[in-house]
């Protein structure tokens, strides 16, 4: 459920309707740059500060998550706060893959031109950058439509961290 417009915030809502861990797969190929691994970090720390995360019908959290890739798929390893696994859920890559890709390939002239453009440059990549990120918010949220309810700060960060993973898969 999109929720971007909901005056709410993830903090307004139930202890039970949140992630308490983040994990990412690391047996990947490709090591991220510098520019990526603090995309991750910050993705990580501000989606455990703040979420909206419940997994219909597999009963009330807190959640732990594991996100993965596995045969083409991007996979959502859901588990309870004890660990008890509740739900794995694959998704196709295919929908991401043009997203992701021109996401990375705007990211790298976003990074690139704060460090040497001026602000005049910077402005129109970064709004680039934010909207293809929003498209990849939304097609995550419509992937995981009747299985997994969110907020859209929270699938915003969930989606930083598939681009992650894709690229580094």
Request: proline share 5%; net charge neutral.
């Amino acid at each position: 459920m999109n929720e971007k417009d909901n005056s709410a915030t993830a903090r307004d809502w139930p202890e039970s309707e949140r992630l308490i861990a983040v994990e990412l797969d690391e047996n990947l190929k490709r090591a991220p740059s510098p520019d990526i691994e603090h995309e991750r970090a910050v993705a990580v720390y501000d989606l455990l500060q703040e979420n909206r995360f419940s997994v219909i019908g597999k009963g009330p959290g807190p959640y732990r998550l594991k996100l993965s890739i596995a045969d083409r798929r991007l996979i959502f390893d859901i588990f309870n706060e004890g660990g008890k696994r509740l739900v794995m859920i694959g998704l196709a890559l295919s929908p991401f893959r043009r997203i992701v890709r021109d996401y990375f390939t705007l990211c790298e002239s976003y990074f690139d031109a704060i460090r040497n453009a001026p602000p005049s440059r910077i402005e129109p990549i970064d709004m680039a950058r934010r909207a293809l990120h929003n498209e990849g918010t939304e097609t995550l949220i419509q992937r995981l439509k009747g299985k997994v309810e969110m907020d859209f700060d929270t699938a915003r960060r969930l989606f930083t961290l598939v681009a992650v993973l894709y690229w580094r898969g």
